[in-house]
């Protein structure tokens, strides 16, 4: 995985309860995406940022909360974890216009 | 609404024959087409990119084409290996932050 890492890998928690994903990268690069991947459905945008402190929502964003404070992390939160969150989360890093290299994922279950 | 359509859902092919994967898509303006190979498991990686400007592009053993006018793309894959079994899937950017992702077709090469 071409210089992503994503934590933690996996994630089991109950619903009410405040999470946070990490995503961290080494190549310097000023955009950084959130999606989730769910059965039946493309990969969607949950939030993106354009550099530190930059950040704008994606097509599916209510419940989600991202923070970017240095260019290699991109944090993704769910202030309060619902059922309907459990999915797989991938960060990725790129441009829309070329190449977007993606983490590994996060496999997060909410019960 | 921006949509990305992929056929087949799933294919089972045998080891050493070619395949092709189709896309469709409705997404305007259109920036540029993208496919992906995913393992299961893991995280989307680039397969190739392509513009409007372009009507093919080739990675290996795998070869993409795209139709602007029709807006079809398709994904052909020579003389299969057993490592080609994944999910592909077919992203199209209309020049925004946010990509529209096929749902993918999951691909199985039997020995």
């Known amino acids: 995985d071409a210089g992503i890492t994503q934590s933690p890998r996996h994630k089991v928690t109950e619903t009410g309860t405040p999470v946070t994903l990490r995503c961290h990268q080494t190549?310097?690069?000023?955009?950084m995406y959130w999606y989730r991947q769910d059965p039946g459905h493309g990969l969607r945008l949950i939030h993106y940022s354009y550099g530190v402190k930059d950040t704008d929502k994606g097509e599916v964003s209510d419940g989600y909360s991202v923070s970017r404070s240095k260019t290699e992390d991109f944090l993704l939160t769910l202030e309060s974890a619902t059922s309907s969150q459990t999915s797989v989360y991938f960060c990725?890093?790129?441009?829309?216009?070329?190449?977007?290299?993606f983490g590994p994922g996060t496999r997060l279950t909410v019960l | 609404k921006n949509q990305v359509e992929q056929s087949p859902q799933s294919l089972i092919i045998l080891e050493g024959k070619n395949c092709t994967l189709q896309?469709?898509?409705?997404?305007?303006?259109?920036?540029?087409l993208r496919w992906y190979k995913q393992d299961t498991g893991r995280g989307p990686v680039s397969l190739t990119i392509?513009?409007?400007?372009?009507n093919t592009k080739s990675n290996g053993r795998y070869t993409a084409t795209l139709d602007a006018d029709t807006k079809q793309s398709s994904l052909h894959i020579t003389a299969s290996q057993l490592s080609d079994s994944a999910s592909y899937i077919c992203v199209v950017s209309e020049g925004s932050y946010i990509p529209t992702f096929g749902r993918g077709t999951s691909l199985i090469v039997h020995p």
């Open positions: 392509m513009t409007f400007s372009e």
């Open positions: 990725a890093f790129g441009t829309n216009t070329d190449t977007q290299y």
């Open positions: 190549e310097n690069h000023r955009y």
């Open positions: 896309c469709n898509y409705t997404v305007s303006p259109f920036s540029n």
